[in-house]
């Protein structure tokens, strides 16, 4: 692990920024402890700023303090899953629509080229990679808004949503149902039909909450067994 270098930031919110990445990257996962001493040592800092830092990663909860424990990696909730997708969901609608009466024809190439990147790396085993061409299909319809507030408030909720959308591409058959979600959502602006859209938009968002909620519950049962 590595920090997150800012010089215009200071130590503590340095250290900070690099262990929320790794969370929600998923470079430290769920219920990972994570000790003070060994992270000063990888990160090459004191232990201040680590406790610091994981004092704030509790109050995003993205970190719990267990008794006798101390701090590990908090797992992702149905609850945060369904308040950030709920959010998200809106905002997609919102995206598609104005998307449909602002997209230039530059756009609609580079639309069409980021739904084809997508689709064409779906059967990598690089997760990263994919989620990433994923990413890059959404960024292209929130340029296409032209609304800088919009683009705003989606970047403040984006690593968020990279933490599901890591969850959610883990199955193959999920990756095949974004291919035909993303030509829909495309084909739906290509045409102008803004109600269309946000319908897709709101059904791509939909069916990614229920499959995260399949796969968190499908894991806690493989970890009573």
Known sequence: MKLVMDDYLPLRDVVFKTLRENILHGELKPGERLIEVTLAEQLGVSRTPIREAIHKLEQEGLVHMIPRRGAQVASISEKNVHDVLEVRMALESLAARLAVERITPQEKVALRQAEAEFASCIDSTN???IAQKDEAFHDVIYQATKNQKLQFVINNLREQMYRFRLEYIKDETTRKLLV????????????????????????HIDNQEKNILKNLAAAADRKKR
């Open 127 to 129: 997760l990263a990679m």
């Open 180 to 203: 035909e979600e993303h030509r829909r959502i495309a084909d739906s602006i290509f045409r102008g039909d803004a109600d269309v859209a946000m319908g897709e938009a709101e059904i």
